[in-house]
């Protein structure tokens, strides 16, 4: 199936109580379950999810050739997961280009939880191999990155993420799905801010990852 395909079908399934083709928003914070937790429906709390966030994460997984994706509410949320998910100890390298958001949480949160983190310009690959440490486990790249809309070759840092057992992370936010696809040049997660191009509109926040 091609990708303009998936684009326009993807996460689009009639709704199965109506059959209606425009989904209902569902604001339900708390669903039917039983007297231990059982989820007849597949969702017990909001938090958890809902048909709503279950329908976006199937669709940004399917237009970026993904196994599994999770929507937070914001880019940032997105990102401070990911990275919060690293091993106490971690070391990550990250663009010396890259969002402000992204430089604050390397510069001035990852410390407070216990990791380590190098400035790297990802353009210059030898730069990159020689800001890994054996504590390495997650090389962030942003490509284009903002502001600079400086550009990295994902492949190549995908090969020296995973020589050293590490991961490769990939803010795609600026090219799209349609134009950059990080996971199949090698990378494990795509890290989108939905608030930007794949909102479109300026009326929404959010945020996403995206799993190989």
């Known amino acids: 199936m091609k990708f303009e395909t998936r ?3 993807a996460g689009g399934r009639p709704d199965p109580a109506t059959g209606a083709v425009a989904p209902p928003i569902h604001l339900s914070t708390t669903y039917e379950h039983g007297p231990a937790a059982e989820t007849p429906l597949g969702y017990i709390y909001i938090r958890d999810g809902n048909p709503t966030q279950t ?3 199937d669709a940004l997984a399917a237009i970026e050739d993904g ?3 999770l929507v937070f509410g914001s880019g940032m949320g997105a990102a401070a997961a990911f990275l919060q998910a690293m091993p106490a100890g971690a070391h990550v390298v990250y663009p010396d280009d890259v969002y402000y958001g992204v430089r ?3 510069r001035e949160f990852l410390p407070r939880w216990g990791m380590e983190a190098s400035a790297v310009d990802m353009s210059d690959l030898d730069a990159v191999r020689a800001a890994c440490r054996p504590a390495t486990k997650l090389i962030w790249a942003e490509t284009p990155s903002n502001p600079l809309m400086q550009v990295s070759d994902l492949a190549a840092l995908a090969g020296i993420a ?3 057992g590490a991961l490769l992370a ?5 090219a799209t799905p349609a134009l950059q696809r990080p996971l199949e040049l090698g990378a494990d997660a795509v890290h989108h801010s939905t608030t930007k191009y794949l909102g479109g509109h300026s009326d929404v926040q959010g945020g996403a990852l995206v799993f190989r």
């Open 7 to 9: 684009a326009v079908h």
């Open 67 to 69: 196994a599994a994706a």
């Open 162 to 164: 995973h020589e050293r």
């Open 55 to 57: 329908r976006l994460e």
């Open 170 to 174: 990939v803010d795609g936010t600026f």
């Open 104 to 106: 604050a949480l390397a």
